[in-house]
Nanobody
């Protein structure tokens, strides 16, 4: 079992930055592939960014590519999402997700790929 807890959300003006954190427990962090998803009111939950086990590979949705980065801190068992140049359309609840990837180096991007989910943290970007 893996427990995920997001933090770092808030209200920020357009063009600003936020860093989301996802603290993990319950499994060896280095065995996890992880991702960030977001869901705006009335919309489907969508992929934002993913990272393979050990942080070797990353992937981003086209809408955030070049503005967001994803990283892992193995010493702190924490996943990060650095969000720069934020836009009002980035406003959503952001969710951390994880799955075991013992021998895999794949970046996962589908909701169905992930087993464990956090409760979410709200990001609101004002125009």
């Amino acid at each position: 079992q893996v427990q995920l807890k997001e933090s770092g959300g808030g209200l920020v003006p357009a063009g600003g930055s936020l860093r989301l954190s996802c603290a993990t427990s319950g499994r060896t962090f280095s065995s996890l592939a992880m991702g960030w998803f977001r869901q705006a009111p009335g919309k489907e939950r969508e992929f934002v960014a993913g990272v393979s086990r050990l942080g070797r590979s990353t992937d981003f949705s086209d809408s955030v590519k070049g503005r967001f980065t994803i990283s892992m801190d193995n010493a702190k068992n924490t996943l990060y999402l650095q969000m720069n140049s934020l836009k009002p359309e980035d406003s959503a609840a952001y969710y951390c997700a994880a799955r075991l990837a013992l021998i895999d180096n794949t970046v996962y991007a589908r909701r169905s790929d992930f087993v464990y989910w956090g409760q979410g943290t709200q990001v609101t970007v004002s125009s």
